[in-house]
Every structure is written in structure tokens, then in C-alpha cells.
């Protein structure tokens, strides 16, 4: 009988094997072991996805049960609060976000690339082909937060500003929103995306939009 051809996986999983066995692990062990942490991180990553995704649900749901409530009560003060709300839940958002690109980057630095294409590759096929339009929604989901506040804040306005209260939540408002805007402008995931000759690209992390594309 005539045995396939090695492949560059095959060859990977020799190499696996190799040096599992230097560590007293059986032939196959590495492998499984990598297998599993594999699946281990990419449940992670999925978690982080829904976890992003209710942090801007609850986002756009605070935003217009305060904004209601201070139009119905006639209170800016109320309205005020929103960005201080926006402003943690932007937090717990990007911390999300760069948790999921370390647990992406790992995959692909640390476990595809040992694998071998052939079986393992979605993170690196990631930072190869980026979606065409990925800075869109890259913006789009700050925006939410950035947009939400500021909106906030004219909405406050617009009700008026009728006492030292109004006024002193005016100016806690309009610094939350401020450091809002500069949270999510400055402090961006890791770039995810490659130049196409295997090196890691400038940019704002394109290649994963709020890890979108995990």
C-alpha cells in the first residue's frame, strides 16, 4: 500500500509529537492537548462575542429609558446621567474586545501555526483577507457609545438647565462624554490584520471589528 503524501500538517503534528515526548506525554497527547486548549479559547471568544453584544443592547435600552424619564419629568439632571452609564458600559465593551483579540492572537501565533493550514487557519485567514468594509462597523460600534452620550447631553439641554443641580450634572455629563470619545478613539484593540506578505499591518484593527469576525 502506498501512503499518502506528509503534508505540512502532518509534519506539525511529528513536530507535536516530538516535543510532547520530551515532557513524558504519550504520542498524540500534545496534540489533543493543543486540540482542546483550541476549543477552550474559541468558547471564550464566542462568550466575548455575546457579551459585547448585550453590553450595547443595555447601551441603547438605558440610553432611552433615561432619556424618557428626564423628557417625562422634565429633569436634565436625569438625562445627565446617561453618559456616566455609557461610560462604564464602553469600558466593560473594550475590555471584552481586547480580551478576544488575545485569545485570537494566541490561537493564531501559538496554536494554528503549529497545526498547520490545513486544519487549522480561520485566525490567520482572518488577518489575510479583512473584510472590505470592516472600519464601518469598527466605528459604527463606538459610535453607539460616543453618539449615545453626546445625543445625551443635547437632550439635556433642550429640557433645560433650571438649577445647581442640573448644572453640576451637566458638567459631570459632558466630561463622562469626553472621556468617552477619547476611550474608544485612543485605547483600540491590537491590529489583527497582515499585509499579505505575512507581517502585521498598521491600522486599527480592521481585521477584527469588535472580534465580528470570530
Same mark, same amino acid.
Request: aromatic letters at 8%; one cysteine or more.
Given at each position: 500500500?502506498?501512503?499518502?503524501? *506528509? ?12 516535543? &510532547? ?13 493543543? @486540540?482542546?486548549?483550541?476549543?477552550s ?6 462568550k ?5 453584544? %448585550?453590553?450595547?443592547? #443595555? ?5 432611552? &429609558?433615561? @432619556?424618557?424619564?428626564?423628557? %417625562?419629568?422634565?429633569?436634565? &439632571?436625569i ?25 485570537a ?12 493550514? *490545513? ?6 485567514? @482572518?488577518?489575510? *483577507? ?5 472600519? #464601518? ?16 447631553? +443635547? ?6 438647565i ?9 458638567? @459631570? ?11 474608544? +478613539? ?5 491590529? #489583527?490584520? %497582515? ?20
Amino acid at each position: 500500500m502506498v501512503s499518502a503524501p *506528509r503534508g505540512p500538517m502532518d509534519g506539525s503534528l511529528a513536530d507535536q509529537d516530538g516535543a &510532547t515526548a520530551e515532557l513524558g506525554l504519550e504520542p498524540g497527547e500534545g496534540v489533543a492537548l493543543m @486540540v482542546a486548549e483550541y476549543e477552550s479559547l474559541r468558547a471564550e471568544i464566542l462568550k466575548l462575542i455575546e457579551l459585547q453584544s %448585550q453590553l450595547v443592547a #443595555l447601551a441603547m435600552i438605558a440610553f432611552g &429609558t433615561v @432619556v424618557s424619564v428626564g423628557f %417625562q419629568s422634565k429633569s436634565a &439632571t436625569i438625562i445627565f446621567t446617561y453618559p456616566i452609564i455609557s461610560l462604564l458600559l464602553a469600558v466593560y465593551w473594550l475590555n471584552f474586545a481586547h480580551t478576544t483579540c488575545r485569545c485570537a492572537e494566541y490561537i493564531s501565533e501559538r496554536i494554528e501555526k503549529r497545526a498547520g493550514p *490545513r486544519y487549522m487557519g480561520w485566525e490567520n485567514y @482572518v488577518r489575510v *483577507r479583512p473584510l472590505k468594509k470592516a472600519k #464601518l462597523g469598527y466605528w459604527g460600534v463606538r459610535f453607539i457609545f460616543m453618539g449615545s452620550s453626546a445625543v445625551a447631553i +443635547v437632550a439635556g439641554f433642550s429640557v433645560g438647565i433650571q438649577g445647581l443641580d442640573d448644572g453640576v450634572f451637566c458638567g @459631570v455629563g459632558i466630561v463622562m462624554t469626553v472621556l468617552t470619545m477619547a476611550l474608544l +478613539v485612543s485605547w483600540r484593540e491590537p491590529a #489583527l490584520v %497582515q499585509d499579505g506578505r505575512g507581517g502585521p499591518a498598521g491600522g486599527d484593527g480592521g481585521g477584527r471589528v469588535g472580534a465580528a469576525d470570530s
